[in-house]
């Protein structure tokens, strides 16, 4: 019933930037947090940034500096501005979103979007 779409993956080069969607339908607590995870083949699912429903953010230290994290909570949509990409960047992004409402918990994902740093 809670549906995640990606969009804005794709291939760029080194020093280049790339900006992801993440639009969030269905039945949506208010109150959430919106988030980017991303894997690299053979390697552990990674936090890479998240943003509160009042706008609180949070990043790994690899992306400092270089990722801004950003939402519209009135279209339910949660957005990654890449800039800086480096190879290490190179990953599947997958977009989350979860609420704590004890009497209705929600934690869903959406299908990923692959982004490829390479010259």
């Known amino acids: 019933q809670v549906q995640l779409v990606e969009s804005g993956g794709g291939l760029v080069q080194p020093g280049g930037s790339l900006r992801l969607s993440c639009a969030a339908s269905?039945?949506?607590?208010?109150?959430?947090?919106m988030g980017w995870y991303r894997q690299a083949p053979g390697k552990q699912r990674e936090l890479v940034a998240t943003i509160t429903s009042a706008s609180i953010t949070t990043y790994v230290d690899s992306v400092k500096g270089r990722f801004t994290i950003s939402r519209d909570n009135a279209k339910n949509t949660v957005y990654l501005q890449m800039n800086s990409l480096k190879p290490e960047d190179t990953a599947v992004y997958y977009c989350?979103?979860?609420?704590?409402?004890?009497?209705?918990?929600?934690?869903?994902w959406g299908q990923g979007t692959q982004v490829t740093v390479s010259s």
């Open positions: 989350n979103i979860k609420w704590l409402k004890i009497t209705v918990p929600g934690d869903y």
């Open positions: 269905g039945n949506i607590f208010s109150i959430n947090t």
